[in-house]
């Protein structure tokens, strides 16, 4: 990426560049924070409109959109893959499961939200008790690079259903997606519902600090936390999906080919850059030597880059640095490379790494990586496996793989993630019922399914008295018969334990 400004009236742009081999692609604007107070003001204002269309309008419009991307859904792809370098083909499985939750919201969104009544109670008898879900007006999305679509259409999709008008800033890597994708918006409506801003980091502190009613964030660790400290200076609400080092455990009974095969999609895919891609394997011991023999079978057929790429090369250069560092502390202090090693990587690309054996201290195993590498430690139980899998900062996902049915389901629930599967990685991804979101280090608040349609959305509890009570408790003229029965039917109502 590089910034210029040619003299001081012209706004300064910036150009993306192609991460397969630097070429440019196209300018954008660094909108500054004159213009993102401009587009969140816009957002305001169609937002009251938005939310007056209610569940069935929006329903509407929603799928008008999502039909509009699906009908052009390779000119997204071809713009996915240029500005990540991803292979077409992961663009299109991303453009699929995304299309797939925008569906799910769109047709949920009002039995999810929809005003319902609740019991009152006994002793509210005389009382009407309802809760609905309204929007909170303009919601301020951040977005990754590493899946431009999927990732931050998991808040706008679930925010546009719940009644919300968006103002999207996508990483400086890949503005086109966002820009793709609001081009087609408003192709099919034409009130700024949703709109991108793109520009740097200082384009994404303006947005946080313009007024917006929410904030979604996806990125590091270290960003969520200036970002949750901005909003704290005026109080607005964040839900932030954070880093992650999320361990699998094979227990000795399980199929090790399918655990093999989990474990190389779920580290080497999209070159590791998946915040709940698998960088720790922990497997007992009279299975471990053959499930790494199976690992590094699997790990010899990925192609790095070129025409046939299995992935393609770092989004981000820099991060390659990041790897050598992890994979040098892992062989520094006593870990071993099994397959590949500081050699493979490279300015851009980095071929496949499998270290063993190393330290639970080591950064390999603390920090988050984001590269095609994998650890593989020997553990002697699945009771140590699960105390490894949950020492970490990190808790967004974990995976067990085992042919004991108990065995699976008491794992899982004493892993400390916000999701895990169990026989399989990324299995939850496609389903749009299921909420996503992490713990610890690895954030807080849920996009994805009824918990997602509810993160976007703001109870509102409504009682109306229909008659007059038994007891004129609310009063302050209470009197000395009513306190008496009161004070009877304390011990009645709650007096058994």
């Known amino acids: ?254 199929d090790l080919d399918a655990a093999a095969d989990f474990v190389v999609f779920g580290a080497m895919g999209n070159a590791g850059q998946t915040c709940v891609g698998v960088e720790r394997v922990y497997v007992e011991q009279p299975v471990a030597e053959a499930l790494t023999a199976k690992v590094v079978e699997r790990a010899k057929r990925i192609q790095a880059g070129g025409e046939s790429a299995t992935y393609g090369p770092m989004t981000l250069p820099s991060q390659a640095q990041v790897v050598s560092r992890h994979v040098a502390d892992a062989l520094e202090k006593g870990g071993t490379a099994v397959y590949g090693g500081l050699d493979s990587v490279g300015d851009r690309l980095v071929t496949p790494i499998v270290l063993a054996d190393v330290p639970e201290d080591s950064d390999a195993v603390c920090h988050e990586t984001f590269g095609p590498t994998v650890v593989i430690n020997t553990v002697a139980s699945i009771d140590e496996a699960v105390e490894r899998a949950n020492a970490t900062d990190y808790g967004l996902g974990a995976s067990v793989f085992t042919r004991d049915t108990h065995l699976g389901e008491a794992t899982a629930a004493r892993l400390r993630s916000g999701v895990v599967t169990i026989n399989s990685v990324l299995g939850f991804a496609a389903v749009g019922a299921l909420p996503f979101g992490g713990v610890k280090g690895s954030g807080f608040g849920r996009i994805h399914g009824a918990d997602g349609l509810r993160e976007f959305s703001t109870p509102k509890s409504i009682a109306r008295q229909t008659r007059k009570a038994a007891l004129n408790l609310l009063s302050l003229e209470r009197s000395d018969r009513d306190m008496h029965l009161v004070a009877k039917l304390l011990p009645i109502l709650h007096g058994k334990g």
């Open 1 to 254: 990426m590089t910034l210029t400004s040619d003299d001081q009236s012209v706004a300064t742009t910036y150009t993306t560049v192609d991460p397969r081999d630097g070429t440019p692609i196209e300018s954008y604007p660094v909108v500054d924070v004159a213009g993102v107070a401009a587009i969140v003001e816009r957002a305001h204002e169609a937002a009251a409109w938005w939310a007056g269309l209610g569940f069935a309008g929006r329903r509407r419009v929603l799928g008008a959109w999502k039909a509009a991307i699906a009908r052009d859904a390779q000119g997204l792809v071809a713009t996915i893959s240029r500005e990540t370098g991803k292979p077409e083909g992961d663009a299109l499985l991303e453009v699929m499961l995304t299309l797939g939750h925008l569906d799910w919201a769109a047709k949920h969104a009002e039995p999810v939200l929809r005003r319902r009544r609740v019991k009152a109670g006994l002793m509210n008898y005389n009382q009407h008790a309802s809760v609905g879900y309204e929007p909170y007006g303009v919601v301020g999305v951040i977005g990754p690079w590493n899946y431009p679509f999927y990732t931050p259409m998991g808040s706008i999709s679930y925010a546009l259903a719940a009644g919300n008008a968006v103002v999207f800033k996508p990483s400086e890597l890949t503005p086109g997606t966002a820009v793709w994708i609001a081009g087609k918006w408003a192709e099919v409506c034409d009130r700024p519902v949703l709109q991108v801003a793109t520009g740097d980091g200082g384009t994404g502190r303006a947005l946080v600090a313009a007024g917006v009613d929410k904030v979604a964030f996806t990125g590091s660790t270290a960003t969520a936390k200036r970002v949750m400290a901005a909003c704290a200076e005026t109080l607005t609400p964040l839900v932030a999906e954070c880093g992650g080092k999320d361990a699998l455990i094979v227990a000795r009974d399980a």
